[in-house]
């Protein structure tokens, strides 16, 4: 049987797929509750096809591509669902790109990106799911990203 958890949003996002557990994670990339008074849903633990997932709906508001890469980075099998007028208008899997700029830190607190100097850090992305990714400069490979990025 197929069961309705959260009601269907008119306009807005909603990122479908994420392991359960990590919806919380992504609601704290999005800004969530801070930065944001659009309606947000939560569904937790949902069952579907390929066993439990998170699923989180933001309505009126449609996520960029920036926001994108750091849900591939803890969700890498998240979908994004573009909805206008009820309908899925577009529909796209998280893909990690090759190299990260700017989104996460480094762990290392010697590393050069870590420095007052304007370095951005930059991540050399090993492995897409799960997640793996090594720092341009020093080489570290972060133990939990989630908690790192920016
Ligand atoms: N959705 C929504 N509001 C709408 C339309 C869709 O909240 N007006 C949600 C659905 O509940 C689902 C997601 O958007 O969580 C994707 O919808 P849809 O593509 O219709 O579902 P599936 O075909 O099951 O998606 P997939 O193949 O990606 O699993
Ligand atoms: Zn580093």
């Not at 509750?33 to 939560?42: E, G, L, M, N």
């Not at 994004?80 to 190299?99: A, C, F, G, Q, T």
Request: charged share 30%.
């Amino acid at each position: 049987m197929k069961e309705l958890k959260i009601p269907l949003i008119k306009s807005g996002t909603v990122i479908d797929h994420i392991a359960a557990g990590n919806a919380v994670k992504v609601l704290r990339i999005l800004g969530i509750p801070k930065t944001h008074s659009s309606t947000v849903s939560v569904a937790m633990n949902v069952r579907s096809r390929l066993g439990k997932k998170d699923i989180v709906k933001v309505e009126n508001r449609e996520i960029d591509p920036y926001e994108v890469d750091k849900i591939a980075l803890i969700a890498p099998k998240a979908t994004i669902n573009i909805i206008r007028n009820y309908e899925v208008s577009e529909k796209h899997k998280v893909e990690l790109p090759d190299e990260i700029v700017g989104i996460t830190h480094c762990s290392n607190p010697t590393c050069v990106s870590n420095y007052n100097e304007p370095v951005e850090s930059r991540f050399i992305v090993l492995s897409k799911d799960p997640p793996r990714i090594k720092c341009y400069y020093c080489e570290r490979e972060p133990e939990d990203i989630a908690e790192r990025i920016i």
